[in-house]
C-alpha cells in the first residue's frame, strides 16, 4: 500500500502511467524521439486550447517560470504575486538581475483587473506575470477579467503560471492572450515530479530576441529552435522516461473528455467547500477559491501534525499550511486522478480523528 497523497504535488498517479515510465530507452537524437515530443506536442495544444508551440524542459515548473522571466524582460517586469509561488517568480528575477517590481495583494485576495490596470497604464513594463492558481493561498486569480484589460497592452509580454491548475480547469490559452503558459507534471495532469511544459507565442519569441543573456539551459528561444529546426529534438538530455508516461497520460485525459474533467474537478472543490465552511473556514474568498485544493482556516486550533500523523496511519496524507501559514491552516489538494469518493473517504476520516485530538 501506499499513501494516498490529497496534497499539492506530488499527486496521485495511475499505476498504469507509472508503468510507461519504465518504457525501454531510445535515443534522444532519434526520429523516434521526435515523434515521441511531436505527438505530445499535438496532445498538449488540445489540452492547453492553443496553437502556439510547446516547449518541454527537464525540470519542475519552477524552472520554465525562472527561464521565462528572464528570456522575456529587455525592459522591465511586473511580478502580481497572491502568495508564496508568486512571490517566487520575484525572487527568481532577483536573482537573474532582472528589473522586476512587485505587487503583492492580501493573502487571500485575488489579483485584479485594476491593479492590472493600474500597473500596466504606466508603460513602464514589457512583461507580467500572473499566478493562476496559488497552493499556498487557495486562490484561483479572475485571469479572464485580466485578460481584458491586458488586451489593451498588446506590447505586454503575458507569462501565467498554470503549474497547479492546467488540466484541471479551462485555461483558454490563446482565448486569453497568454503568451507563455507554463505547467509541470505533478499537479492536475497526474504524472511524476520531474518535467516542464511551455506554451510559447510567436509574438514572446521575437521579443525574446532583445534580450542579451538569457541563460541556456532554461532559454526558451533555444529550447523553441530545437522544436522548430531540429525536427522536435531537445537542446539537452530530456526524461524520456517521464515523455514516455506523458504521451499515454494525455490520451487518457482526452479519452475523459476535458469539460468531464474539468467537472470532476469542480465536483470535488465543491464538497471539500461546503465541508470546509461546515466545519471550519475558507481562507481563501470563496469566489476566488481554486478548483484544485482548498486552503482551510484552522479555528479550532488543532495540531495539524497529529492529524497528518493519525491520517498517515489510514494511508492518507493532506497537507499544512505553507510558511506563515503552517498550522493555521491546512490544505486538501483535489486534482488529478482523485475523485468525489476519495474526496469523502479523507474527509471522513478527518471527521473521526479530530475529536480524538482535543
Known sequence: ????????????????????????????????????????????????????PIVLSTSSGSGLMEGSIRSFTAKRAIVFSV?????????????????????EAEWGHPTTAEVVEKYLSTGKYDVMTVTHNETSTGVMNPVEEIAEVK????????????????????????????????????????????????????RALEHGKLVKYRGWYLDLLELYKYVETKDYQYSATPSLSHMFAMNFQLDRILA??????????KEMAEYTRAWAKKNF?????EKHASVTLTTITNTTAFSVKALNDALGKQWMQISNGYGDLKEKTFRIAHMGELTLSDVKEVTAAIDKILPTLK
Not at 491548475?165 to 497568454?178: C, F, N, P, R, Y
Not at 475523459?256 to 474537478?265: I, M, N, Q, S, V
Not at 473556514?281 to 474568498?285: F, G, I
Request: aromatic share 6%; hydrophobic share 40%.
Open 1 to 52: 500500500m501506499h499513501k494516498k497523497l490529497f496534497i499539492p504535488g506530488p499527486t496521485e498517479v495511475a499505476p498504469e502511467v507509472l508503468a510507461k515510465m519504465a518504457t525501454p530507452m531510445i535515443g534522444h537524437r532519434s526520429k523516434d524521439a521526435s515523434n515521441l515530443q511531436r505527438e505530445i506536442s499535438e496532445k498538449l495544444r488540445k489540452v492547453m486550447y492553443t496553437q502556439n
Open 83 to 103: 502568495g508564496a509561488f508568486g512571490n517566487r517568480w520575484y525572487k527568481m528575477a532577483e536573482a537573474n538581475n532582472v528589473p522586476a517590481d512587485k505587487h
Open 151 to 202: 488586451k489593451k497592452y498588446p506590447d505586454v509580454i503575458w507569462l501565467l503560471d498554470t503549474v497547479s491548475s492546467m488540466a484541471g480547469t479551462k485555461i483558454d490559452v490563446d482565448a486569453l492572450g497568454v503568451d507563455v503558459c507554463i505547467c509541470s507534471t505533478q499537479k492536475a495532469l497526474a504524472l511524476p515530479p520531474g518535467m516542464a511544459i511551455a506554451s510559447v507565442s510567436k
Open 256 to 265: 475523459e473528455g476535458l469539460e468531464k474533467r474539468y467537472a470532476r474537478h
Open 281 to 285: 473556514a475558507l481562507y481563501p474568498e
